[in-house]
């Protein structure tokens, strides 16, 4: 079978095969090898307007609104699957299926999934392209939405084919939104099937999604790529890819530190990333926002690289007041926005942008929409997409392939109650323990319950792409790879903590900067902490609240260790450490468990 194909821009037998091989098979009408280019760019998007996908906003320069159909607006946990060869290796918190048996159902789905559409090819690199060894992969996808996302999100066409010559290693990321366009049928504006695949194959470094056009499922150089297939990757050549933002700090002295958080989705990676401190003096400018890669540097240190190039950001909650960088970085256009509402003179609108919404509104299901509508025109999920580039913080490190060397690292979650504002770990080795006990209330960005406290282990439940005890022994391991002193120091906090009135105990934001301030002294050994059985708080009067103006027994409320809280804290990681599995949990983790049970003198 033949499917009219233009010219391949590479010579990647590999490459080339693969693409003839998914041709047959999902039949496409048509084959388009993208360049990544402006004209490309417009193309696309021109033709996404025509079709109704795409609404050009007339307020924001070369920018789009664009709404999902309902059911399809977050990731899928419930249908990722990591298909290692043997179940053991997936561990208890993955979805697994054989491989052989998870291909032969989904060749099913792809057979002729793409008949009346045309079929994308996505050359693609994560990180900087003059890296030692950089990281490429290849997208096939019969959406248009993912190949102009993938325009935003990744460092992709004519650059990457350059470079993709033969014989270079790259990951293959097969997606489909599965929707097949028959003669005759009229083309929905989000096409996609009810039944979804996320499948992962970690020792093939391949992805096969199907059915959803959503993010985190279709734009496979992110979680899929960046995090599942790279975690087992980092973990098979001593590295680490987590889902962490990466910022710079430089103090009132010009002293420069660069910091990495992990918190689970929707918990304020992108917000602390683009931090506007309200610490007089201190600067803070912003290196990624979701993923970071973690390599040891020539001099012991590890170095941080943000595999993306653009930021797909939580709407909701995005404000002048409390992030104005992500407001002015949309406002420079060359945008998407998905399931947001739309103004009626063309701009976007969403919960928390403004105080008072505008009297009328098309909301996310392109409704009608006013104040009184009794529902929110955004789905707590919208998200916005743009390029990193355009950030007016964005330091110029960003794009360094060397990264930047990790002084802190900050693990945090949701929790409404017992975990601190902030705590100090007592060691490497205590810090890994502190972070494969983090739990969180689960968000919007994944379909199912919100609200509900779960571990999320390092801020990587649902993106591991191995087992979750060798996991933790791997974070272990990269402690004894270098001397102690040049290990980044480990903090957890915990903006989201919350008092009696259900309020939150700390103001969060650019307020943060304070918390940040405090664990950069604790590292320079200048300022004070109290030891408490899990680990050391500020003391009063070591956070600097200059000009504050918040409750300060509050403040102290947030900072507060209670031992009833976590004694039954303790019996949730009990619960959770036992499903780990006997042989595979680090005994290590066992001990520092044991030894936290003894600090808070509990059964
Ligand atoms: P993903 O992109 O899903 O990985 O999420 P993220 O971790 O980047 O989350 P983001 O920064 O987008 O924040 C999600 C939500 O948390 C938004 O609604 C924010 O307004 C809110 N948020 C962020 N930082 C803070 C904070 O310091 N305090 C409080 N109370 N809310 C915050
Ligand atoms: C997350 O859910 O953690 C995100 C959004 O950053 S997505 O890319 O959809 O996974
Ligand atoms: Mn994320």
């Not at 390029?387 to 002084?407: F, H, K, L, M, R």
Request: charged fraction near 20%; proline fraction near 7%; glycine fraction near 8%.
């Amino acid at each position: 079978m033949s499917t009219p194909t233009a010219a391949a821009p590479t010579a990647h037998p590999a490459v080339v095969s693969w693409v003839d091989e998914i041709a047959d098979l999902t039949a496409p009408d048509e084959v388009v090898w993208c360049d990544g280019s402006a004209g490309e760019w417009d193309r696309l998007t021109t033709q996404l307007v025509e079709r109704g996908t795409f609404v050009r906003l007339e307020r924001k320069p070369n920018s789009f609104w664009c709404a999902s159909d309902p059911e399809d607006v977050a990731r899928v946990e419930d249908r990722t699957f990591i298909c290692s060869r043997f179940q053991a290796d997936a561990g208890p918190t993955n979805n697994w299926m054989d491989p052989v048996d998870m291909k032969t159902v989904m060749t099913e789905h792809y057979r002729g999934a793409m008949a009346g559409r045309t079929m994308y090819v996505i050359a693609f690199c994560m990180g900087p392209l003059d890296a030692a060894e950089p990281k490429f992969g290849v997208q096939i996808t019969d959406s248009e939405y993912v190949a102009v996302s993938m325009q935003i999100m990744t460092r992709s066409g004519t650059p990457v084919w350059d470079r993709l010559i033969a014989g270079t290693e790259f990951v293959r990321c097969l997606h489909s939104v599965g929707a097949p366009l028959y003669p005759g049928q009229v083309d929905t504006p989000w096409p996609c099937d009810h039944t979804k695949y996320i499948s992962h194959f970690p020792e093939e470094r391949t992805i096969w999604s199907y059915g959803s056009g959503y993010g985190g499922n279709a734009l496979l150089g992110k979680k899929c790529y960046a995090l599942r297939i790279a975690s087992k990757m980092a973990k098979d050549e001593g590295w680490l890819a987590e889902h962490m933002l990466i910022l710079k700090l430089t103090s009132p002295q010009q002293k420069v530190h660069y910091i990495a958080a992990a918190f689970p989705s929707s918990c304020g990676k992108t917000n602390l990333a683009m931090l506007d401190p309200t610490l007089d003096g201190w600067t803070a400018e912003t290196i990624g926002d979701d993923i970071a890669w973690l390599r040891f540097g020539d001099d012991g240190r590890l170095y941080a690289v943000n595999p993306e190039a653009g930021f797909f950001g939580v709407a909701p909650g995005t404000g002048v007041h409390t992030n104005p960088h992500a407001m002015a970085t949309i406002a420079r256009g060359n945008s998407i926005f998905t399931n947001v509402a739309r103004t009626d003179d063309g701009d976007i609108w969403w919960e928390g942008m403004t105080d008072t919404p505008p009297p009328h509104l098309t909301d996310w299901k392109r409704r009608d929409w006013t104040p009184t509508s009794g529902e929110p025109a955004a789905h707590p999920n919208s998200r916005y997409c743009t390029p990193i580039a355009q950030c007016p913080t964005v330091a110029p490190e960003w794009n360094d392939p060397a990264g930047v060397p990790i002084s802190a690292i900050l693990f945090g979650g949701r929790r409404a109650t017992t975990i601190p504002l902030v705590t100090e770990s007592r060691s490497w080795q205590h810090g890994v323990f502190l972070a494969s006990t983090l739990s969180s209330e689960t968000t919007a960005a994944a379909t199912g319950r919100i609200g509900v406290v779960r571990r999320d282990p390092m801020a990587m439940l649902p993106f591991l792409g191995y087992h979750v005890g060798d996991y933790f022994q791997h974070w272990l391991d990269i402690g004894t790879r270098t001397n102690a002193g040049l290990l980044p120091k480990i903090f957890y906090v915990n903006w989201f903590r919350r008092g009696d009135d259900d309020e939150f105990l700390w103001p969060g934001f650019g307020e943060n900067s304070r918390i940040l301030e405090w664990a950069l002294r604790r590292i320079e050994g200048t300022t004070e902490a109290d030891e408490t059985p899990i680990g050391n708080v500020p003391t009063p009067g070591a956070l600097d609240l200059t000009g504050l103006k918040f409750d300060h027994a509050k403040i102290a409320a947030a900072l507060r260790v209670d031992p009833t809280e976590w004694i039954t804290e303790l019996r949730l990681i009990d619960e959770w450490f036992a499903t780990i599995g006997g042989n595979r949990l680090p005994d290590v983790l066992r001990e520092e468990l044991a030894a936290l049970r003894q600090r808070l003198a509990a059964p």
